[in-house]
């Protein structure tokens, strides 16, 4: 086998170590929204924001079609045996609990669901919204996925993310506490930021509860803020090098043990304005495991105890 496999703690490791199968994700579109959308904390969303890039579920279609769609779907392309079900489009506890639980509860309908992942942001989430999803704890997996791009909140503010830091250790530890799995998401490439901000996010996130962390490089999609900036000289994105090395120092300072679920992005249809090499993500998968065995190095290789 090769010495490549072990570099970082794979996704694809940890569903096979936990489940004993193929597993695959169900996402589904609930169509809910978000507080910084409609007007709650504002009506612009952050500066990359554009939910039909990257989910193309489409709400008008009810819900049941969507997992039995993406049921079949996975078995017949990946030949899964168990499923997540993946509440990936928007803010996914920004709801009533009565709301939220009709929703859920379609989970329970399918025994090939091992898991109930719910995607949402650290200030959606209280005590009410954390008992709900406990109680789905004993008959599936319960993760979380909290949006927070970067630890620091100078960005978080220039990308208008409408919440702090703060609010995402204190989510994150609301949910570890009822023992619901934590997987941060996390922005690579984000403007003004560089080696010195990448590693402290790093540093931050092995301090908390968490228990995986997806990772994007930072892409300009077309009709976002982040594509005027682009248009305009404001911001130039990543080459692929830059990300790479960002990336590995990333994963050398993040605590070994965080599962990392992605580190590529998906973009859907002609919605990419750039960069095109967003598009390879087999090629900038190699390129990472390449550049890491080169240096002969790996995740957590200079994380702190």
């Known amino acids: 086998m090769p010495a490549i496999i072990s570099r970082y703690n794979r996704f694809s490791d940890f569903l096979r170590s936990r489940y ?5 994700r ?26 039909r890039a990257f989910s193309k579920n489409d709400f008008s279609i009810p819900i049941e079609e969507q997992i039995r769609a993406g ?9 899964a045996e168990k499923f997540i079900l993946y509440f990936q489009s928007f803010s996914n506890t920004y709801g009533t609990p009565a709301q939220l639980k009709e929703k859920y509860d379609l989970a329970l309908n ?69 023992k619901i799995e934590v997987f941060a998401h996390v922005i690579i490439g984000l403007p003004d930021e560089g080696e010195r901000e990448i590693i402290d996010t790093a540093k931050a996130l092995s301090a908390l509860p968490i ?18 900036m682009y248009t ?22 993040l605590r070994k043990d965080i599962v990392i679920v992605r580190a590529t992005a998906d973009v859907l249809g002609d919605m990419l304005a750039a960069p095109e090499w967003i598009k390879d993500k087999s090629g900038l998968l190699k390129a990472l495991d390449d550049e890491m065995e080169r240096r002969n190095t790996f995740q957590g290789a200079k994380a702190e105890p």
């Not at 004993?20 to 695959?24: M, N, P, Q, Y």
């Not at 305009?232 to 300072?253: A, D, G, V």
């Open 71 to 79: 049921i079949a779907s996975a078995q017949k392309k990946y030949r």
């Open 110 to 178: 399918h025994p090939e669901f091992v898991c109930l992942c719910v995607g949402t942001r650290p200030d959606c989430i209280d005590e009410e919204r954390v008992s709900l999803l406990s109680s789905y704890q004993g008959k599936l997996d319960v993760w979380v996925e909290l949006g927070l791009q970067s630890a620091n909140d100078k960005t978080l503010e220039a990308i208008n993310r409408g919440h702090t830091f703060a609010a995402f250790v204190r989510s994150a530890k609301l949910l570890a506490a009822r």
């Open 232 to 253: 305009i000289n404001e911001y130039s994105p990543m080459t692929r090098t830059n990300y790479i090395e960002l990336l590995i120092k990333f994963l050398e300072h």
């Open 20 to 24: 004993g199968a193929r597993v695959h």
């Open 26 to 51: 169900v996402s589904v579109n609930a169509g809910f929204s978000c507080p910084n959308l409609d007007g709650t904390i504002s009506t612009d969303g952050c500066i990359f924001c554009s939910n």
């Open 211 to 228: 228990t995986g962390v997806k990772i994007h490089p930072l892409h300009i999609v077309k009709g976002t803020r982040l594509e005027e």
